[in-house]
């Protein structure tokens, strides 16, 4: 389109990029009623570190939002390791993870905006933090030893 004999599809493209941006922000571009908080900043997606030794049935974090009462949750698409509770909006441990098996597990929770249409979606991607849970096996019975000479030298 050519406008006052200036070229507006980019501006278009432009525009349509902003509110995109709006959607999954808000308006002033670092928040929103659907923008889920942590540390006082949104997040999106919204990063949880677990350590893989978690038991089943833990509350891995409780997501904050600016202003709950104005949000409605809904998942729309769940995971088999972890379930979130859109009334509490605790997120909950509901398999044993393996980091050796999947090291990340990923949400996507629809929130809806109670006093206007508008919906967006945004993620929880719990990562699973390797721990040490297979204790080194001793195949060879009797005693291990092994020596290194003063003189040898390593690169770090």
């Not at 050519?2 to 070229?7: A, D, E």
């Not at 509350?59 to 009334?87: C, H, M, Q, R, W």
């Not at 098996?101 to 629809?110: F, S, V």
């Amino acid at each position: 389109m050519i406008m006052n004999g200036k070229n507006t599809k980019g501006c278009q493209c432009l525009f349509v990029l902003l509110i995109v941006l709006q959607i999954f922000t808000g308006t002033d571009g670092q928040s929103g009623p659907c923008v889920p908080i942590k540390n006082g900043q949104g997040q999106i997606p919204y990063l949880v570190p677990v350590p893989e030794d978690h038991r089943n049935g833990t509350v891995l974090e409780t997501i904050n939002f600016l202003d709950p009462s104005k949000i409605t949750l809904s998942v729309a698409v769940g995971n088999s390791y972890v379930a979130f509770d859109t009334t509490t909006r605790q997120l909950r441990l509901v398999r044993s993870l393996d980091y050796e098996t999947e090291t990340e597990h990923r949400l996507t929770i629809n929130c809806r905006e109670k006093d206007k249409s508008f919906s967006s979606n945004f993620q929880i991607w719990v990562r699973v933090a390797d721990v040490n849970d297979n204790r080194p096996q001793f195949t060879q019975g009797g005693s291990y030893s092994t020596s290194v000479s003063e003189e040898h030298h390593t690169s770090v």
